[in-house]
């Protein structure tokens, strides 16, 4: 009788452990999922960078072909932002993030460029506005 509770202790316990690395490999299949980045320009003078889905982020920039610039960017849960501002009217941005991962470590994206504008970018079309149905039959017509 000892050793069957010993045996069903036993299978408990390996199916407890069992579940339980099914679990965790169902919560890192979730976060596996790749970050994303970009850059969003808020006006004529500034941009937004941003990273989504990382546990921290580096934004590291070079304005004009000036100095580069290394900063951690500003965190809201897995997403990240960094605005830089004050810049001159069509400058030229390079830039490239290192992207930390959840499963430790880290990697940094290749070096992209943008060029600011003398103005936003304009707003999205709007939607054209639907055209006038009559469903009315047309009316008598008088003749001369």
Do not use: C, K
Not at 28 to 51: C, K, L
Not at 105 to 127: C, K
Request: charged share 10%; aromatic share 10%.
């Amino acid at each position: 009788m000892h050793v069957q509770r010993s045996v069903r202790r036993l299978s408990t316990t390996l199916s407890v452990v069992v579940v339980s690395g099914l679990l965790l490999a169902a919560i890192a299949t979730v976060r596996a999922a790749p970050p994303t980045s970009g850059f969003t320009i808020t006006s004529s003078t500034s941009v937004q960078f941003w990273v989504h889905d990382a546990p921290w982020a580096d934004l590291h920039y070079q304005v004009n072909g000036g100095g580069q610039l290394n900063v951690r960017m500003v965190a809201n849960g897995s997403n990240h932002t960094y605005d830089v501002t004050a810049l001159p009217a069509g400058a030229t941005i390079r830039y490239f993030f290192t992207i930390g991962q959840f499963n430790a470590g880290a990697f940094d994206t290749p070096w992209q460029e943008l060029t600011l504008s003398g103005s936003p970018p304009p707003p999205p079309p709007r939607a054209a506005p639907p055209i006038p149905t009559y469903d009315d039959p047309p009316g008598p017509q008088s003749r001369p």
